[in-house]
């Protein structure tokens, strides 16, 4: 069976099930609402009790209540004749999600696209600077990036702290644009098995080394050194400062984006961890992801 067969199976499917439910609704209400022979009289004992005392009668439903299911059927029938409903047919009045949103969007941008077009003509660092287009900046912020790094832009595990100024893959204002526009892979591999337990927790310290701090395990620290040097410093720099044209982060600044305790990064270095960042240019456009790429350069470059 070929995909336009299929397609077609399931298009007569919803038109069939779909008719065959109000018939079958309306059937039911004719049915029910008609008194058939031997049935007592309306407002009489059925026959039927409960508890001792408690009679059924033969009382009908309401004339108005009755007339509501019909109405009700009518109003399916005139909706599914002028919206999709019915398999692929599209309904006589045409309208859809997509050209509903297409509509919505056109008008947005008839309406607000002149604005960004005139912020797309200034560089960043000005733009950061003008307190009108960080208003603009920050409401898309809030509405497409604070799920992820927070409304006040200072991340969460797995999501990059905003504003402290530590980029994983730069900090230039074209370094942001880009990553904004076209999105992000971090990968960074898993070292269990090349390492071994005894590995990981070696290096895991000589981590802890390089960030300055107390906990480091000095003699751990000493035998993860040679092993940090073959298997890590081809991303992190044989000083461990990083590479931000690889998005490999600065080791010694212990700022952590997974955590930095020592079971945190030595789960890091066992299991490996990758970060995406989605890519909004298609979404935005090239003008909005200028004003937004300026909000999160202010960020951390305020008074700059």
């Not at 019915?86 to 309208?95: E, I, K, Q, S």
């Not at 960074?188 to 337990?197: C, S």
């Not at 935005?284 to 008074?303: F, K, M, N, P, T």
């Amino acid at each position: 069976m070929t995909e336009h067969d299929m397609t077609t199976f399931w298009h007569w499917w919803v038109i069939v099930l779909t008719v065959a439910n109000i018939v079958g609704i309306f059937w039911l209400i004719r049915w029910t609402s008609k008194r058939r022979a031997g049935e007592v009289a309306e407002g009489q004992e059925t026959g039927h009790v409960w508890d001792g005392n408690l009679s059924e009668y033969n009382n009908p439903l309401p004339r108005w209540w009755l007339w509501m299911f019909y109405l009700t059927i009518v109003f399916s029938v005139i909706y599914l004749a002028l919206y999709p409903g019915l398999g692929r047919f599209a309904g006589f009045l045409g309208w859809s999600s997509v050209g509903q949103y297409q509509q919505e969007a056109s008008r947005f941008e008839e309406r607000f696209g002149p604005i960004f077009a005139a912020y797309a003509d200034r560089d960043l660092p000005a733009l950061a600077r003008d307190e009108d287009a960080l208003r603009t900046g920050q409401r898309l912020f809030l509405n497409y990036c604070s799920t992820c790094h927070g409304s006040d832009a200072r991340g969460a595990p797995g999501f990059p702290n905003l504003t402290d100024g530590q980029w994983q893959w730069g900090s230039s204002p074209a370094d942001i644009h880009q990553t904004i526009m076209a999105g992000r892979q971090g990968v960074m591999p898993a070292m269990g098995d090349a390492l071994g337990a005894d590995g990981v927790e070696q290096v895991t310290h000589y981590v802890l080394s390089l960030a300055g701090r107390s906990d480091a395990n000095t003699d751990l620290a000493e035998l993860g050194a040679p092993r940090f040097a073959v298997m890590c410093a081809v991303c992190h720099g044989a000083e461990g400062t990083g590479n931000t044209a690889l998005g490999a982060p600065d080791l010694t600044n212990n700022i952590w984006l997974y955590g930095g305790s020592a079971g945190a990064i030595a789960r890091t270095i066992r299991e490996g961890r990758h970060g995406v960042m989605p890519a909004f240019g298609e979404f935005l456009g090239e003008d909005r992801v200028h004003v937004l790429a300026a909000y999160v350069y202010s960020l951390s470059h305020q008074g700059q």
